[in-house]
């Protein structure tokens, strides 16, 4: 077993380039679920087509991919891919929004358990780190896992209409 690696993030290109190397890493490994947490995902490069095609090389049935977004009014526009690949596999993503209280306190995280966690703590100065030490998505889970237990259902795969 290779020991745990950790890797920072110091610019805004390392960080795009981190999560798209993260998806790539993500489809390899076959990781059972993925967490995606960020106030709007307006730095993340989810609109590339390598993102989309490791996205849907992950995407199977018994996967699950959990996102997080204060709203999805801007992601729909910043990334009409992944919002198209979205809608096609509703049965892997589920979408929500935070509680109220906890508009202020949203990790900028995409954990994927025995594969990485991905952690920008300064988003101004687009500073964070890569690991695949399992304690750190331990931690960034449980903290997920209290934000989302106080979350509701966003972002719908369809809009039905009379």
């Known amino acids: 077993m290779n020991p745990p690696m950790h890797r920072l ?7 795009r380039a981190a999560v798209q190397q993260a998806f790539a890493d993500i489809a390899a490994a076959g990781s059972r679920a993925v967490w995606m947490c960020d106030a709007d995902f307006s730095d ?5 087509p390598s993102v989309i095609g490791h996205l849907s090389q992950w995407a199977v049935a018994h996967r ?3 996102v997080l977004a ?9 990334h ?10 509703a049965h892997v993503v589920q979408c929500r929004s935070p509680d109220e ?8 995280v995409l954990v994927a358990p025995g594969t990485l966690t991905l ?12 690991s695949t030490d399992m304690a750190d998505a331990l931690r960034e ?3 997920l896992d209290a934000l989302l237990q106080r979350s509701i259902d966003a972002f719908p795969a369809s809009t039905l209409g009379l």
Do not use: M
Not at 44 to 48: F, Q
Not at 80 to 89: D, G, S, V, Y
Not at 119 to 130: A, H, K, M
């Open 44 to 48: 993340w490069p989810l609109d590339e």
């Open 101 to 108: 209280a906890d508009r202020h306190h949203l990790p900028c």
């Open 64 to 66: 699950t991919c959990t």
């Open 9 to 15: 993030i110091e610019t805004r290109a390392e960080f």
């Open 141 to 143: 889970r449980e903290q």
């Open 119 to 130: 952690r920008l703590v300064d988003r101004v100065q687009c500073r964070g780190s890569v």
């Open 70 to 78: 204060l709203h999805y009014d801007d992601i729909s526009r910043r």
């Open 80 to 89: 009409p891919r992944w919002a198209q690949w979205r809608r096609q596999r």
